[in-house]
């Protein structure tokens, strides 16, 4: 609705700005179709030649035996690429180890910054500090993360085999090779991600805690509930849509992670660290296997998109308001 | 009744310090290995392998910040970076608001469908998107260019413009735009002169997220630049594969690269908080 009482400032003879803004409206309600293509075609037009054309090209490579080598050679395999790739350990055991990883570094991620965020809502004196510091890494590069883990594990000059031999935890100060046994490297990896992306848990965390109404536990608290009851009954369901949201994004995230495993391990040894990241870009940049890697990178989104649509499905309420 | 409420916030305030503490304790616990990196940087390059490793350095030596500038030419990759980042922030924040000045006035069918793409472009791992850019970049003759970065960077922050503006402009009213068009603006000039100053807040919280997002780009960057246009993080990777006495020296290039970042968002974090909030309570 427009407001008079604003036009009328603005223009001292309002009944015939009103006739006028009548006529304006019937020509907006015309044109608005147009009008809106008009808006967002130039942004339509790039993400159409860097986002769907490259997408459409993805799937259409997948059905090709197609080498970087040799740009202008394709020749149509049909589905060999995916039972290649499907059948294959190398992939399979990827697969796993994206699995392994992402339930890993979410789950740790969830847990701490669940924690966080229940420390911080209770609004100590200096509260507001320490959640600024928390939240000065979140902008920090992921390669950034990686390259400090790689100093601070190190099995020769790392800080935190040192530290866990200081403390008595470690007999000898070389006994865990974090980078380069099979055992650990996916762990190590995991941790650089845990390091770097839990302060973005606890914010959303945070946030949606302090959104809860206060409300909701003035009744508790008439109810005469205690501070784990609330806390159980309260503010664990009331997270529930943050803290899923919260957790889908980071799992896709976590899930299409390159940087951190690249820094740290290039997905060694022996392929215990590599996730489906590493994997595609060697298939792609050493090996040069366009179609194949295309094949990989399909199914790869394929089951980003079952994942999320898993999730969305259980947090998308029909009965919510819909804009 | 009036008993039980003193009590409970005498235990408040009983239980303040040990909470207190332990926040502290963890922040310390979560703020160390960046704290650590920062140290390792102005150690001489023998302590930085020293081992066992010291905590802090013998002597204070700025070694590492030498040996950065002579192994790389990081002056180059630091212009690479600023310049692939700052226009491809400029043109997404540009496209992308207007498409979601469009979205959120006016009402389509394809609009909506569009919008929908937009956010389904998130689930799309960066290395699927990868295989067919470098194919398509390679076949224009973009391979190892700053434009290549620039063009591949905006593709990927425009979706993320759109759904951080659309909240902006949908708490503009829609009054503005009509008395805007009354004084005798176009709806591109309303758009332009009325609702973008207005906006100055929101866009410049989404334009610095979509610096950082290209800022902090190790993916494309390495795939798509081998010689002239490499930027600062594949710049910083490659003491990896060098020896292991490079790693003062790419200490040093991780703070110089991070430490605008680090104090940056220190600075404004109370837009950090809304910006990274907004998708995830909102839904």
């Known amino acids: ?323 | 009744m009036d008993k039980r409420v003193n009590a409970k916030l005498e235990f408040n305030r009983l239980m303040e310090y040990p909470i207190a503490i332990t926040t502290c304790l963890l922040a310390l616990f979560f703020l160390s290995p960046y704290i650590y990196l920062l140290i390792t940087s102005f150690k001489p390059a023998t302590e930085v392998i020293a081992s066992p490793p010291r905590l802090l350095p013998t002597i204070f030596s700025l070694e590492n910040y030498r040996g950065m500038i002579e192994y790389l030419p990081i002056g180059k990759y630091f212009i690479n970076s600023l310049i692939a980042a700052g226009i491809s922030m400029f043109i997404s924040v540009f496209l992308g608001s207007m498409a979601a000045y469009g979205f959120s006035r006016f009402s389509s069918n394809i609009g909506n469908y569009f919008l929908l793409f937009t956010l389904a472009v998130r689930i799309v791992p960066l290395i699927s998107m990868a295989i067919p850019i470098y194919t398509v970049i390679k076949n224009i003759n973009l391979v190892d260019t700053k434009l290549a970065l620039i063009l591949v960077y905006t593709a990927i922050n425009i979706p993320f413009v759109i759904w951080m503006m659309i909240g902006f402009f949908d708490g503009i009213p829609k009054e503005l735009d009509e008395s805007a068009r009354v004084d005798g603006c176009g709806r591109l000039s309303a758009f332009i002169r009325i609702i973008l100053p207005i906006s100055l807040p929101g866009l410049a919280t989404t334009a610095i997220f979509s610096f950082m997002l290209s800022w902090n780009d190790f993916l494309f960057a390495l795939l798509l630049t081998s010689t002239s246009s490499k930027t600062v993080p594949v710049g910083i990777s490659e003491f990896l594969t060098a020896y292991n006495l490079d790693l003062g020296p790419m200490a040093s290039a991780a703070i110089v690269f991070s430490m605008p970042v680090m104090l940056f968002s220190f600075l404004i974090q109370r837009y950090i908080v809304s910006g990274m909030t907004l998708g995830a309570v909102k839904g």
Not at chain 1, 21 to 34: A, F, M, Q
Not at chain 1, 182 to 193: G, Q
Not at chain 1, 277 to 303: D, H
């Open chain 1, 1 to 323: 609705m427009l407001d008079i009482t604003k036009a009328k400032d603005r223009n001292a003879s309002y009944p015939l700005l009103l006739i006028e803004l009548e006529k304006e409206g019937d020509k907006l309600k015309l044109k608005e179709p147009t009008l809106s293509i008009l808006f967002f075609i130039p942004a339509a037009i790039f993400l159409i030649a860097f986002f769907i054309y490259p997408i459409v090209l993805l799937v259409v490579d997948s059905f090709y035996q197609y080498d970087i080598n040799k740009l202008n050679v394709k020749e149509f395999v049909g589905l060999s690429n995916y039972i290649k790739a499907l059948t294959s350990d190398r992939f399979i055991k990827t697969t796993a180890n994206t699995v392994l990883y992402v339930v890993l570094a979410v789950g740790i991620e969830f847990i701490l910054g669940i924690i966080l965020a229940l420390l911080l809502s209770t609004g100590f004196r200096g509260s507001n500090i320490i959640r600024t510091l928390l939240l000065s890494p979140l902008m920090l590069a992921p390669l950034v993360a990686g390259l400090i883990w790689k100093f601070m594990l190190s099995d020769q000059f790392g800080i935190v085999n040192w530290t866990l031999y200081n403390i008595g935890i470690l007999s000898d100060p070389h006994k865990v090779l974090w980078l380069s046994d099979e055992r650990y490297s996916l762990i190590s990896c995991a941790i650089a991600d845990i390091w770097l992306t839990t302060p973005f848990m606890m914010l959303v965390l945070l946030a949606g805690i302090q959104g809860i109404s206060k409300d909701l536990y003035e009744a508790a608290k008439i109810d005469g509930a205690s501070r784990s009851q609330t806390f159980w009954f309260v503010t664990l369901p009331s997270l529930i849509p943050v803290a899923t949201t919260a957790i889908i994004i980071r799992v896709i995230d976590a899930a299409r992670s390159f940087d951190i495993i690249w820094v740290l391990t290039q997905g060694g040894p022996n392929f215990s660290s590599e996730i489906l990241s590493t994997y595609m870009y060697k298939q792609l940049a050493r090996y040069g296997r366009i179609g194949s890697a295309s094949a990989m990178a399909v199914i790869f989104m394929i089951m980003l998109l079952a994942v999320s649509a898993l999730f969305m499905k259980k947090i998308w309420n029909p009965n919510k308001e819909v804009n």
